[in-house]
């Protein structure tokens, strides 16, 4: 494993109070649109600049502050926990989907005994960001209201986003509640996949593979669904082309409009 990447120091701001202790990384899919790569590499583990986009995620989660992370596993799953096996912090758990893939929604479920009673961090393993003025898990968590909320996604502008040709996914109201965009249309922001949800989100969800759309759409209908937008970069590492593009983005770049 390549050594520890550059610490971006940001405006240092303080570790906001009450910040979650665990946080899950969502580790276990197929990789489908990076094959061949993916056939004998789970897409987690894939290098970008000398780093996993795996290692990425989790480091900015220690970075942070977590201090607990829970890796969900399928897709050849004995490579990630042996990779991990390198790391010396944050404490990883590992929580194995053996017989079938569980879905976003299914994966987390099946962990939430790994993730305790209060609100945690999900990020997608695949999820590469460089932050903004400061952590964006911090000012997601600054954001975050423990009255009217049930989950909290970070949201990225569509049109900004490195390696992203969609039509995005969400509109955002005044007040900073979530919408989908109507179909056939475009929207201004994309998910990132990084959220804070709360466990009582959970309850009552189907058992076995379920996606978290299902939740999404069960908060939003309460008006419990909320986003706040990234003021950093944001990649999307979904096919061979955005990983060149980020690839080239930090080997190109980094050194000069990130490393302070």
């Not at 405006?11 to 906001?16: L, R, T, V």
């Not at 909290?152 to 005044?174: C, E, I, K, N, Q």
Request: glycine residues 10%; proline residues 6%; charged residues 25%.
């Amino acid at each position: 494993m390549s050594g520890r990447p550059v610490v971006e120091v940001t405006n240092g701001s303080a570790k906001p109070d009450g910040l979650p202790r665990r946080a899950m990384v969502m580790a276990a899919g197929f990789g489908k649109r990076m094959r061949p790569i993916t056939n004998n590499l789970p897409k987690p583990l894939i290098e970008v600049a000398g780093r996993s986009l795996l290692d990425r995620a989790i480091d900015r989660l220690e970075e942070a502050g977590i201090e607990t992370v829970v890796v969900n596993t399928h897709h050849l799953g004995h490579l990630i926990e042996q990779h991990l096996r390198q790391r010396e912090a944050p404490e990883i758990l590992i929580s194995p989907e053996e017989e079938q893939i569980l879905e976003t929604g299914g994966g987390v479920a099946h962990a939430l005994h790994l993730l305790g009673d209060e609100p945690f961090y999900v990020v997608n393993g695949d999820s590469m960001w460089l932050d903004g003025y400061e952590s964006a898990l911090w000012r997601m968590w600054r954001q975050w209201d423990d009255d009217k909320m049930d989950a909290l996604l970070l949201v990225h502008s569509t049109v900004t986003a490195f390696g992203y040709s969609g039509r995005g996914d969400f509109l955002l109201d005044p007040l900073g509640r979530i919408s989908w965009r109507p179909e056939q249309e475009d929207s201004p922001y994309l998910f990132s996949g990084i959220q804070i949800l709360h466990p009582r989100l959970f309850e009552g969800c189907p058992e076995g593979a379920f996606s978290l759309n299902l939740l999404y759409n069960k908060a939003g209908e309460a008006e419990r669904l909320y986003g706040i937008v990234h003021d950093g970069e944001w990649f999307h590492v979904g096919n061979p082309d955005g990983l060149a593009e980020a690839e080239d983005y930090l080997t190109q770049r980094w050194p000069e409009s990130r490393r302070r």
